[in-house]
């Protein structure tokens, strides 16, 4: 069974400042995807990891997939307000019936002024 | 841009109850998705479909049955709605290959009492 962990699962920030969300998961995968979720709302694709050594970039978000160690990881750089929200990793599971998501637990993520 | 519907945002309803969920995309993806939120659990699959009548269940499928029977709906169906089933149903819809990610619907938080 494929587990897939998250940590930390809560993060306070201060504003400026760098942190990383680690995602490892239990089997083989090549296939990764990072998802944000605002209160309230639904879930919103941020990246698509698909192969080892991926590293895709958007504003402040920064994801990076390392197979073979079975871990990614989300790293905020100069967090503002506007990047509380709670994320996810969500793990393809390879062979057999492919496209079926296993989803951390998501780390809830406060940036503080 | 792709577009996932679903038909009611907040539903409740009573133990017993059969209730449906109906979800809607615009993007002819071949892939859909239903899961349910739970905090502290994150996102679990329930079933999902890779083309019409075609269905596969997913971690926890026990209590439910889905049915699409048009490419662009996939429906959920609680055939007697129990209090343990309340919760957040997100459905989602994926296009062919491994490079497109899960597209989310707004969400149904459902209450049964």
């Known amino acids: 069974e494929l587990k897939v962990e998250q940590n930390p699962l809560f993060l306070s920030m201060q504003e400026e400042k760098n942190y990383t969300i680690y995602c490892n998961y239990s089997t083989t995968s090549d296939r990764l995807y990072w998802y944000r979720q605002d209160p309230g709302k639904s879930l919103e694709s941020l990246f698509v990891l698909l192969s080892n050594g991926a590293v895709k970039q958007e504003g402040r978000l920064m994801a990076s997939l390392d197979t073979k160690a079975r871990l990614s990881t989300l790293h905020i750089t100069a967090a503002v307000h506007d990047l509380s929200a709670t994320y996810f990793c969500a793990v393809d599971r390879s062979g057999g019936s492919n496209y079926k998501l296993t989803f951390g637990k998501g780390t809830l993520l406060t940036v503080n002024p | 841009d792709v577009k996932v519907t679903q038909s009611s945002r907040y539903l409740v309803k009573r133990t017993g109850e059969k209730v449906f969920l109906e979800c809607v995309q615009d993007m002819d993806h071949e892939n859909m998705f239903w899961y349910r939120q739970d905090p502290g659990l994150g996102l679990r699959l329930i079933y999902f479909s890779y083309d019409v009548k075609m269905k596969e269940k997913g971690d926890i499928p026990e209590g439910y049955s889905v049915s699409r029977e048009k490419k662009e709906r996939f429906s959920l169906i609680l055939e007697s709605a129990s209090t343990n089933q309340t919760s957040m149903y997100l459905c989602?819809?994926?296009?062919?290959?491994?490079?497109?990610?899960?597209?989310f619907g707004p969400g149904t938080r459902l209450t049964v009492t």
């Open positions: 989602a819809s994926k296009g062919a290959g491994l490079s497109y990610e899960q597209y």
